[in-house]
Every structure is written in structure tokens, then in C-alpha cells.
């Protein structure tokens, strides 16, 4: 098929790119040229911007596409966007949302799509703004405007992260593990979670186009490995042959130190991350996640030590305070002495 990726360099959306070559797809992409494309003549660039919604528009009308996976809408009127400018001319739109749209406390563990509903809380916009979008496209495919196809990724690695750890700090966590400088943890570090990579995701969005059994559906799709937060850093150590050092502090402290910073713990993060992908592997048979914690953090300290081993300062001397005060609250804790 022709397939239209928007976005198309991001960490999950250059994955997708590669597989859906690998799959024989005829694949051009389209953002702002901002980056250089590392896909040589195998795909075709469509510059743009997108916020502009009458350009868009008339670009996407020049172009002739079978199908569009739409990585860059964030809310209802980026999907809206999207969806009046593809609804005439293609046969499937698949959405990226993310598994911050389900509303916590969840109703189910491991997660079901069909137990649970949508985030309803504007106090954390990412996953108010993901979820507004999915009331949006669920009128779309109710109306039978455009097949839409949704897939909620949740946290997912790979070469090219800037989101990995509690900091989201990135090469900081190697940095500071092989300087025997403390990681700062939330909560105990025992919350349940499933670490998904790139690679593997992108297996549910190719899997999906084309796919008439997807229309009108939304899956979410992760590892099936199980782990708690704590092993991230821990496997980092592993993978360096350090133990490192874990102070822990509650995610709703840490969202009053830095509320911008902090709080996809406190909304997002300090529930269970356990999926049930039941679903997606129906549909998608495609789908399997193979990327274990260990491989995938291989991967990534190879890619730090290659390409990527800037240390983030400000982060760093943020986690050294926040440790800091770790110790102090521990030894005024100490003093307080049996009642």
C-alpha cells in the first residue's frame, strides 16, 4: 500500500518507517524537513506544517495515499485536522494515543481495552488531551466517516529516547551509576510495569494497515515482560556491572519539587503498567514483543556510549538535591526515636 507517515523521525515513528519498507509498503513521510531523513531514496519527503490546517490540507489532497499513520496529533483538533484533510481520499487513518489516556484508578489488571474508560482529569493534559482526541475519533468511526485505527503505546525505549528513567534523564542514569551518584526512585520502586521497545511496537502499527479487522478499534500494545520500576535501574547496573545506588522518594513530593518534570508519576506512573494484549494479537498476529529489559538497555548504553553521552547538568544537579534531601528527611527521621 501507499502509506503516509506523519511525523516519521521520532522514536517510535522511524521505527514504523523501517519495518513498513520492510513490509513492501510504498512509504513517504511527512513533518517540517526540520531533521534530515535517514532513509536515503526509499522514502519520500512531504514538507509541511501541520498546525497549519488550511496548508495541510491542500497538501494532503495533492498527495495519492492509501493510508496515513498520524504520529503527531495530541488532541481532538490535531486529530480533527488530520481526519478533514484524509476522510475523501484514503481507506484508513491509524492514530498513535497512549495508554495515559485510560483513566486510573484502572478497573482491570492486567489492563483491558474493554474495561476501561478514558482519562477525564484536565490537571494532566497529555493524557486529558489523548483522551479528549479518542472521544473524537470514536464519533468518527461511529459516523463511519473514515476507518480510524487506534493504538495506545506506553512507555516505550529505544535509539533515540529522551524519555527513559524517573528524570526522564536519559544518559544521566549512566552517567551517574558509573560515578556511584544515587538514582532517585518514586515510591518504593515496586509499582508493576512492562518496558516496551521501539522496534517491537512499531510491529502493531504496520500490522494494522490495511487491516480491516482494526477499523474502528483501539488496542494497546507492550511488552508481556513483567518487571517492576526499580529493575530499570537496577538492569541499567547490570548491563555496566555496577549495583547502583536507589534513594526513593513519593511521586506526590516529587510533583511538588517540579510539577512539569514530575508529574507523569503522579497521574501516570504510580499505578500498575501490566497489559493484557489479548487484543492486539488477535487482530494483529503480527504483533510480538521480543525486545527483553536486558537487550533493550544493551542497546541503549551501546547507543549512549556511541552517540549520545551528553550529560544533562541541570537534571543532574536536581537529582543530586533531590538526594540530598533524601538523606536529611532520613536522619531527622531517625532522631524521632521509638513513642
Request: aromatic residues 10%.
Amino acid at each position: 500500500m501507499k502509506v503516509l507517515v506523519l511525523g516519521g523521525t521520532g522514536l517510535i515513528s522511524s521505527q514504523i518507517v523501517v519495518r513498513l519498507l520492510e513490509a513492501g509498503h510504498d512509504v513517504s513521510v511527512f513533518n517540517r524537513g526540520k531533521r534530515p531523513l535517514p532513509y536515503g531514496d526509499s522514502v519520500a519527503s512531504v514538507v509541511g506544517d501541520k498546525s497549519d490546517a488550511e496548508g495541510f490540507t491542500a497538501i494532503a489532497r495533492s498527495l495519492d495515499v492509501d493510508a496515513v499513520i498520524d504520529m503527531i496529533s495530541f488532541d481532538a483538533q490535531d486529530a480533527r485536522v488530520t481526519v478533514n484533510a484524509f476522510q475523501h481520499t484514503v481507506q484508513q487513518i491509524i492514530f498513535c494515543s497512549s495508554s495515559a489516556a485510560y483513566k486510573r484508578p484502572y478497573k482491570s489488571v492486567p489492563i483491558r481495552e474493554d474495561a476501561e474508560d478514558l482519562f477525564d482529569d484536565p490537571s494532566f493534559g497529555y493524557a486529558f488531551g489523548k483522551a479528549e482526541m479518542e472521544r473524537y475519533l470514536q464519533q468518527v468511526a461511529a459516523e463511519g466517516i473514515v476507518p480510524v485505527t487506534i493504538i495506545r503505546p506506553s512507555l516505550t525505549y529505544g535509539i533515540g529516547a529522551s524519555n527513559v528513567g524517573v528524570l526522564r534523564q536519559n544518559y544521566n542514569i549512566v552517567h551517574r551509576i558509573k560515578n556511584r551518584k544515587p538514582l532517585v526512585m518514586f515510591g518504593d520502586g515496586t509499582t508493576p510495569w512492562s518496558f516496551t521497545f521501539a522496534p517491537d511496537l512499531a510491529k502493531a502499527f504496520v500490522g494494522a494497515v490495511g487491516n480491516k479487522m482494526t477499523y474502528g478499534q483501539a488496542y494497546h500494545a507492550t511488552s508481556d515482560e513483567i518487571h517492576i520500576w526499580q529493575d530499570l535501574y537496577t538492569a541499567f547496573g547490570e548491563v555496566l556491572g555496577i549495583e547502583p545506588e536507589i534513594v526513593h522518594i513519593s511521586s506526590d513530593l516529587l510533583k511538588a519539587a517540579n510539577p512539569d518534570l514530575f508529574s507523569h508519576l503522579y497521574y501516570e506512573k504510580s499505578y500498575c503498567g501490566l497489559f493484557d494484549n489479548t487484543k492486539v494479537k488477535r487482530d494483529i498476529p503480527s504483533f510480538k514483543a521480543e525486545i527483553s529489559l536486558r537487550a533493550g538497555l544493551d542497546m541503549m548504553v551501546d547507543w549512549y556510549e556511541r552517540d549520545a553521552h551528553a550529560v544533562d547538568e541541570a537534571k543532574d544537579r536536581l537529582e543530586d538535591r533531590l538526594a540530598a534531601l533524601h538523606g536529611d528527611w532520613t536522619r531527622q527521621l531517625q532522631q524521632l526515636g521509638p513513642m
